[in-house]
């Protein structure tokens, strides 16, 4: 696989899991990243970097950005985006 490739595959399984985490988990929280070692499919020691962000106003939708990237070449590595939606106001919640 090329390195591109396993970086990206390891972005988006990484993404994919940023994104499971609850709005009101996150909320909170805001704004907030990590950055942990690991590695890609392929096999290749990588940092992953996490950053959850407001998406335009604090209180609405959730940025989600993952980087992946080898320690030694932080420029050649991939950076994907998603978000996580407002969770709708329940006043029988509340």
Do not use: N
């Not at 805001?30 to 950053?51: I, K, M, N, S, Y």
């Not at 962000?53 to 998603?82: H, N, S």
């Amino acid at each position: 696989m090329s390195l591109e490739a396993d970086l990206t595959a390891a972005a988006r399984d990484e993404l994919d899991r940023a994104c499971t985490l609850g709005w009101r988990q996150l909320a909170e929280h805001l704004p907030w990243g990590d950055t942990f070692e690991g590695f890609t499919p392929d096999g290749r020691e990588v940092c992953f970097e996490r950053a959850y962000l407001w998406d335009g106003e604090p209180g609405g939708d959730i940025r989600v950005e993952v980087m992946v990237y080898q320690p030694q070449a932080y420029e050649a590595g991939v950076k994907l985006t998603g978000a996580i939606p407002r969770e709708p106001f329940d006043i029988r919640s509340h």
